[in-house]
């Protein structure tokens, strides 16, 4: 998410906002810089579409957050699963929510949510010695 100054005579418009000359504004994508008169200032500040990025290896209860690094709200995201070992089971939102999404040693489970349907997960081995990588990735508007 770089930040960019207006070096030009001009106003320009990046990302629908209007940046008056000699003015700075922070995106959340990079711009030709040729293009409409923007230098680049910073890298920063740093993005990442990765909320969450864990391998858990005991019974678990997991928030999806509610804000990226940035403290922009996240309405839509993707859960990525994948059992490295043994068998889990994964609940959303409650530990009583039926039926469960049940994985298997080297199952992979991925899934896109476009609202705010999905709080909590909860991860629970029906095998002793288990491990899933579990990754939480914004969707961009």
Request: net charge neutral.
């Amino acid at each position: 998410m770089p930040t960019y100054k207006n070096v030009s005579s001009l106003k320009a418009t990046v990302e629908g906002k209007v940046v008056e000359p000699g003015r700075e504004i922070s995106t959340i994508v990079y711009h030709n810089e040729n293009e409409i008169g923007l230098l680049k200032t910073s890298d920063k500040p740093f993005f990442t579409p990765t909320l969450f990025s864990e391998v858990i290896e005991e019974d678990s209860e997991i928030v999806v957050p509610w804000r990226d690094n940035l403290g922009d709200r996240i309405n839509k995201f993707n859960l990525h699963f994948y059992c490295e070992k043994g068998e889990v089971e994964i609940f959303y939102n409650s530990i009583d929510n039926l039926p469960s999404l049940k994985l298997y040693e080297s199952a992979k489970w991925n899934n896109r949510y476009y609202d705010r349907r999905i709080n909590k997960i909860f991860v629970k081995g029906r095998s002793k010695r288990f491990s899933i990588w579990i990754e939480i990735e914004k969707i961009f508007n």
